[in-house]
């Protein structure tokens, strides 16, 4: 066992180092949600380590920000003797609540499809759908109707051309976060591309909470639903109540 140890310790030392590696840092790693809350920014900025001369080729950086994953359920909806039902149906098993990708050119033509495959970079490889029903004829129709309708709302984002590189060292962009986030971690993975192939990526997190009212508020519901029921309830009676009370006065 200890000779075993040894010799992984020894190797590690004594491997190669990577030619060129991502070193990164955020703006902001948190993100508060209140009740106020209209959305943010993070700057993302790095620079590429390099322990020998710059090999050939062009190079690009890609920058992804994704929120937490959720199962989808995308319905298909036919007119049947007038009336619109459901017809079809498919689960999408991982789909992120929001994602942002933004690049030093355009995607299509610095990212290999290889190299997408791989590291599932592009917005359609980022949602896993797997198993579809045999009946859904052109199961990938509803995958790319969860992606217009969350770019619609602002979720989904594709940013060429906007992750400046200054020769071929030092990068930075800026990634918008919407209102309508959904708490949790969002990972945030820079990958180092040359000539189309991912030759490296760093990882790192930004951590979105509610805070103040809006936590109070989300967990009242959560953890005490007859409570926030009630409350509601009396806010509601209470609001309709003073517009009444307010209506009459300037009435008479």
Same mark, same amino acid.
């Given at each position: 066992?200890?000779?075993?140890?040894?010799?992984?310790?020894?190797?590690?030392?004594?491997?190669?180092?990577?030619?060129?590696?991502?070193?990164?840092?955020?703006?902001?790693?948190?993100?508060?949600?209140?009740?106020?809350?209209?959305?943010?920014?993070?700057?993302?900025?790095?620079?590429?380590?390099?322990?020998?001369?710059?090999?050939?080729?062009?190079?690009?950086?890609?920058?992804?920000?994704?929120?937490?994953?959720?199962?989808?359920?995308?319905?298909?909806?036919?007119?049947?003797?007038?009336?619109?039902?459901?017809?079809?149906?498919?689960?999408?098993?991982?789909?992120?609540?929001?994602?942002?990708?933004?690049?030093?050119?355009?995607?299509?033509?610095?990212?290999?499809?290889?190299?997408?495959?791989?590291?599932?970079? %592009?917005?359609?490889? +980022? $949602?896993?759908?797997?198993?579809?029903? #045999?009946? !859904?004829?052109?199961?990938? =129709? @509803?995958?790319?109707?969860?992606?217009?309708?969350?770019?619609?709302?602002?979720?989904?984002?594709?940013?060429?051309?906007?992750?400046?590189?200054?020769?071929?060292?030092?990068?930075?962009?800026?990634?918008?976060?919407?209102?309508?986030?959904?708490?949790?971690?969002?990972?945030?993975?820079?990958?180092?591309?040359?000539?189309?192939?991912?030759?490296?990526?760093?990882?790192?997190?930004?951590?979105?909470?509610?805070?103040?009212?809006?936590?109070?508020?989300?967990?009242?519901?959560?953890?005490?639903?007859?409570?926030?029921?009630?409350? %509601?309830?009396?806010? +509601? $009676?209470?609001?309709?109540?003073?517009? #009444?009370? !307010?209506?009459?006065?300037? =009435? @008479?």
């Amino acid at each position: 066992m200890i000779r075993a140890l040894v010799a992984f310790v020894i190797l590690a030392l004594t491997a190669p180092l990577a030619a060129e590696e991502v070193v990164a840092d955020l703006s902001r790693r948190e993100v508060a949600i209140t009740a106020n809350f209209d959305g943010s920014d993070i700057l993302i900025y790095g620079a590429v380590k390099r322990e020998e001369t710059q090999p050939e080729g062009r190079l690009d950086v890609i920058i992804t920000v994704a929120g937490p994953s959720q199962e989808v359920t995308v319905r298909k909806k036919d007119k049947r003797y007038g009336i619109w039902v459901n017809t079809e149906s498919i689960e999408i098993d991982r789909a992120p609540s929001f994602y942002a990708i933004a690049s030093t050119g355009n995607l299509e033509t610095v990212l290999s499809r290889t190299s997408d495959l791989r590291h599932k970079i %592009s917005i359609e490889r +980022a $949602i896993r759908s797997v198993g579809a029903p #045999s009946s !859904v004829e052109n199961a990938a =129709r @509803f995958t790319d109707a969860v992606i217009r309708i969350r770019e619609d709302n602002g979720l989904y984002k594709q940013y060429d051309n906007t992750v400046f590189l200054f020769d071929d060292t030092l990068f930075s962009t800026t990634i918008d976060l919407p209102a309508n986030l959904v708490e949790g971690p969002y990972l945030t993975q820079i990958f180092l591309v040359r000539d189309g192939v991912v030759i490296d990526n760093y990882a790192t997190a930004i951590d979105v909470n509610k805070v103040g009212l809006e936590r109070w508020i989300y967990d009242l519901a959560h953890e005490q639903p007859l409570i926030y029921g009630l409350l %509601s309830l009396f806010i +509601a $009676i209470t609001a309709g109540w003073l517009a #009444s009370a !307010v209506f009459r006065y300037i =009435r @008479f």
